[in-house]
């Protein structure tokens, strides 16, 4: 009953959120386009049955799996990871080598261009071979890759093939909350291996739009837009033309003499992208040889601006004050997979009821497809890296490469307005003291500052902070508001002491550098919806009796974090239950434990 009432509520919020957009449904889950942000016309999805194999003995490539001729005996239903129900497999053992193997057959009105595949995201190494013949491969479980396979295409069925390496127990592994023991306890939670977001291919000419970066300018009333092309050919001109509600706001043509054609677009009375008001605009890429259109993207951008002045952040050049939730991305029925466009679209939209404007996505990479539909309703979104729990030559390699993608994909999305590359320390332990984790954490500051000048940075968000970092975040699960108001007391006029927290608040060594300070872990209120409470259940301080002595204490941890002036924002633990934790203002299966107006008239005061 509890899969059912959850796949309702998704029924349910598929009619209340028109007129955005929803997709109907097919025999293929997740038929959406995964990128609206990179859209063409001629695209296919390759989600849904592949064949499947566990090769826990690993000798698959020694066998040449790879061939395409070997039949696996398994089934498993992509984009899901083989540990969640949705695969139809679910198993949750230790299987660190998995092959994936599939037909399909190109348009034939594909037969002039060339075929690229793309991986959403496949944790942790993934090589791939199409008819035996060996495409490419990608390191790191939370980013996208893509492949050109048009040299290794034959007329009729084609076959493909993965291999997914996964070293489960691999603590210096970019894993978050992924646990490297059997079964699932305390803040750890199941596994995934291999595929885990969609899959799908398109048609492109030789020359085509690899890439979008999308810079807006709210200040000048202009966005800057670059397309990265993979070669200079000056023969050819790439076409921009933006539009708000259909009407063309502005429009610009320039010869592609370098690799990264840019151009400057004004926009005449730009409206602006807010979670009051998510304003987008429209593009249009086209890439013209002559009178002929070569390639034609379709794409958006938001009008946004986010800073930080006189202790406070700004939105749009104006104080704001930020309410964020804690937001896992676990589903019970699918693990880190969304299981639905629409699933995606209910939690944006409850976040929003439970009067919440933002969720920092905790250490989870989230899918671009959710990373749209916050774009698209207006949620604030703290983006954050997956962490790895020890430091080693190996992780700082493995963290630098994934980090730097993860970025760089995700850049074009305005609701997107903090990087957090480390939290609580995971993968630094002994920061502390260290000048090597030290210099880490810094680095990772000024290597998003490197890549991206228009969102904040978080160095390592809840303590033991450098003194490179725009925001300083605090983790504090007091257990009443009284507690919580007595401890940060005095604060506002004395900041040279920030109280610890079972951890310092800054790395030996360093000062508070002056930036905004919010709460950005608290409450972790237990209270548990429906069947008795299990073994192993719980959350932080304690789990409640009832609906209304959470709501009390929560309201209380509220009022004593509004009522201080130190601080400009926080952000509540969590969103909903997962697995075992049943802290959130939803249970698992996504029933909220209290009405939406109740929590938004404590998050609203």
């Known amino acids: 009953m509890r899969k059912l009432g959850f796949y309702c509520c998704i029924l349910i919020v598929s009619i209340l959120v028109t007129p955005f957009e929803v997709t109907a449904q097919t025999s293929i889950p997740r038929p959406e386009h995964p990128r609206p942000d990179m859209r063409r016309a001629d695209w296919q999805t390759l989600n849904g049955p592949w064949e499947f194999e566990f090769d826990d003995t690993d000798r698959g490539l020694a066998e040449r799996w790879f061939t395409g001729n070997k039949r696996f005996a398994k089934t498993i239903v992509v984009p899901y990871c083989f540990q969640s129900k949705l695969s139809g497999i679910a198993d949750?053992?230790?299987?660190?080598?998995?092959w994936y193997r599939r037909a399909f057959q190109i348009p034939d009105g594909w037969r002039s261009r060339r075929t690229m595949v793309h991986f959403g995201a496949v944790d942790y190494q993934a090589t791939v071979w199409v008819n035996g013949d060996q495409a490419g491969s990608h390191q790191g479980g939370h980013v996208s890759f893509s492949l050109d396979i048009t040299d290794q295409l034959k007329p009729g069925p084609n076959i493909i093939v993965l291999r997914a390496y996964d070293p489960s127990t691999d603590r210096s592994l970019p894993r978050g909350k992924q646990y490297w023991k059997p079964r699932s306890e305390s803040i750890w939670y199941t596994r995934t291996t291999g595929i885990w977001q969609p899959v799908w291919m398109e048609a492109v000419e030789a020359?085509?739009?690899?890439?979008?970066?999308?810079?807006?300018?709210?200040?000048?009333?202009?966005?800057?837009?670059?397309?990265?092309l993979g070669k200079r050919t000056p023969d050819l001109k790439l076409r921009n033309s933006v539009r708000l509600n259909g009407t063309l706001q502005a429009q610009s043509e320039v010869a592609c003499q370098q690799e990264r054609p840019s151009t400057l677009l004004k926009l005449e009375g730009q409206q602006l992208w807010s979670p009051e008001k998510p304003t987008l605009y429209d593009l249009t890429v086209e890439l013209i040889a002559g009178t002929k259109v070569l390639d034609k993207v379709e794409s958006y951008f938001g009008q946004r601006k986010v800073s930080v002045h006189a202790d406070?952040?700004?939105?749009?050049?104006?104080?704001?004050y930020l309410k964020l939730v804690l937001d896992q991305g676990y589903w019970p029925e699918s693990t880190l997979t969304p299981p639905s466009d629409e699933a995606m679209q209910y939690d944006i939209k409850m976040t929003k009821a439970f009067g919440l404007n933002g969720a920092r996505k905790h250490q989870k990479v989230e899918d671009p497809r959710w990373l749209y539909w916050a774009d698209k309703m207006g949620l604030l979104v703290w983006g954050e890296m997956a962490n790895a729990q020890d430091y080693s030559e190996e992780y700082v390699a493995r963290f630098?490469?994934?980090?730097?993608?993860?970025v760089t994909r995700d850049y074009n999305h305005p609701s997107i307005v903090t990087w957090v590359p480390i939290?609580?320390?995971w993968g630094v332990r002994n920061i502390l003291t260290s000048f090597a984790q030290q210099e880490h954490a810094k680095t990772m500051y000024h290597l998003v500052r490197s890549l991206d000048q228009t969102r904040l940075v978080v160095d390592n968000d809840g303590w033991e902070h450098t003194d490179e970092t725009d925001l300083f975040t605090l983790h504090d699960y007091a257990r009443t508001g009284e507690q919580m108001a007595a401890k940060y007391k005095g604060l506002d006029t004395d900041r040279s002491r920030i109280p610890r927290n079972g951890r310092e608040a800054l790395a030996f060594g360093y000062k508070y550098n002056g930036t905004p300070i919010l709460m950005t872990e608290f409450g972790g209120i237990a209270y548990r919806v429906g069947a008795p409470l299990a073994e192993n259940e719980w959350g932080y301080a304690g789990i409640e009796p009832s609906r209304e002595a959470m709501l009390q204490r929560l309201d209380g941890l509220v009022k004593a974090l509004r009522a201080n002036p130190v601080f400009v924002g926080f952000c509540y633990t969590q969103l909903t239950d997962v697995e075992q934790e049943i802290n959130g203002l939803m249970t698992y299966d996504r029933k909220p434990k209290a009405e939406p107006a109740e929590f938004a008239k404590i998050f609203g005061q």
């Not at 949750?92 to 998995?98: A, E, M, R």
């Not at 890439?211 to 397309?227: C, F, G, K, M, Y």
Request: net charge negative; charged share 20%.
């Open 400 to 406: 630098l490469d994934e980090w730097q993608q993860v």
């Open 92 to 98: 949750t053992g230790f299987h660190d080598v998995v």
């Open 312 to 320: 406070k952040v700004y939105l749009n050049n104006a104080p704001y």
């Open 207 to 228: 020359v085509h739009v690899r890439s979008l970066r999308i810079t807006p300018d709210v200040d000048q009333s202009q966005v800057n837009v670059e397309a990265i």
């Open 423 to 425: 939290n609580e320390s």
